[in-house]
């Protein structure tokens, strides 16, 4: 499910008497060092539960400083909020990535298990809620699922952001590829098999800046301390693996520069016929805990608060502390598994550029 660091498509034609491809990719702004916080805490209020059933109380941290003048999360109002809860309302769950003197960016995501597949609207703003800027994705494991998604998806955002504008890109969503330009603002449809997308772009605005994050730890720094957890690591210390089980591994994978980890993938696997999904969860929690015990930045105790608010047997993503997470559980395919996850999988990663319409 994971969309990290998307390239370009390429597409031939556009529309008759439209403007030339001009689709961009926005450079991301560089952001301030966050502070290491020590993750012991984090875990048992993640793994452990007092007797009486309920979450021992923390502090809340502060939202983490991403750039200069914009931090993690933060509020939504006009446009942008009409937009969140029609989408709410369609069954995605939405979250706000970061907020500054330019406006903010918000996503809204929802994952259908049945079908494999991945839907998403993530959109810019001003500070009063005007919308200026749509990435509109659809991903599924059978190509011939993304286009019924996708239309459903602008048929909830088009009366909301570009009324004016649906019948124009509805034409090019028939065709399933190409160009239109509006009164609100320029479009573009891209197909990419079992990947499909609709960019949107307000006239006369500039897309704001998205921040660069980075985790306090290096990989060689988080591969040093899986070996000592008993794991086996790559050269390159871009990825470990232990086994627990028969059939059972915990993998990591990261990447990032020497400045910090800016992708890590956790996973706990399962493939034994007799497989439950109480043992694979179980393994995941102790692999977060050993993974986060290694780990420090000022997002850390964000992540944990996120996964443990939706610890809950499905799969879920979202904008925490200016990342993104993918929770994914993937089940099986055998009549012993398929109602099982044979995975879990944490997925936390920069989405480095902002796509406009070329």
């Given amino acids: 499910m994971s969309l990290h660091r998307p390239g370009p498509a390429s597409l031939t034609g556009f529309e008759p008497g439209g403007r030339p491809p001009r689709r961009r990719l926005w ?5 301030g060092a966050v502070a290491g916080l020590l993750v012991v805490a984090l875990v048992a209020a ?9 979450a021992a109380a923390e502090p809340v941290p502060s939202p983490p400083v991403l750039a200069d003048g914009v931090t993690a999360g933060g509020q939504i109002t006009g446009q942008a909020r009409t937009l969140s809860d029609a989408l709410a309302r369609r069954g995605l769950e939405c979250s706000v990535r970061f907020t500054g003197a330019d406006g903010g960016q918000t996503g809204c995501f929802t994952f259908r298990e049945a079908g494999r597949t991945a839907s998403e609207v ?52 028939q065709a399933w590829g190409g160009w239109a330009y509006g009164s609100w603002g320029d479009y573009e ?42 794991f086996r690591c790559a050269r390159d210390d871009e990825s470990c693996r232990s086994r627990y089980a028969a059939k059972g591994a915990l ?12 992708y890590l993938a956790a996973a706990a696997s399962d493939m034994s016929a007799g497989a439950e999904r109480a043992v694979t969860e179980k393994a995941f929690t102790t692999l977060f805990g050993r993974v986060f015990g290694h780990v420090q930045g000022s997002a850390v105790t964000p992540f944990g608060q996120w996964l443990e608010a939706h610890w809950d047997g499905r799969s879920h993503t979202a904008f925490v502390a200016g990342w993104r997470l993918d929770l994914q559980l993937i089940h099986g395919t055998t009549a012993a598994t398929k109602k099982l996850p044979t995975q879990v999988k944490l997925t936390i990663f920069n989405e480095e550029v902002w796509q406009v319409p070329m």
């Fill in 46 to 54: 993640f793994v452990i539960r007092p007797d009486n059933g309920t």
């Fill in 251 to 262: 993998t990591v994978t990261m990447s990032g520069p020497d400045t910090g980890i800016t």
């Fill in 27 to 31: 450079p991301f702004v560089a952001g």
């Fill in 189 to 230: 449809i891209v197909s990419r098999g079992p990947k499909t997308l609709v960019i949107a772009s307000k006239a006369d605005t500039t897309p704001i800046k998205v921040p660069v994050v980075h985790l306090d730890t290096a990989e060689a720094a988080l591969a040093e301390g899986l070996r000592a957890d008993g």
């Fill in 122 to 173: 993530v959109y810019q703003y001003r500070p009063d809620g005007t919308i200026i800027g749509l990435n509109i994705k659809v991903a599924a494991t059978e190509s011939t699922e993304t286009a019924p998604g996708l239309r459903a998806l602008v048929n909830t955002v088009a009366p909301i952001v570009f009324p004016a504008d649906r019948a124009k890109v509805t034409t090019v969503l």
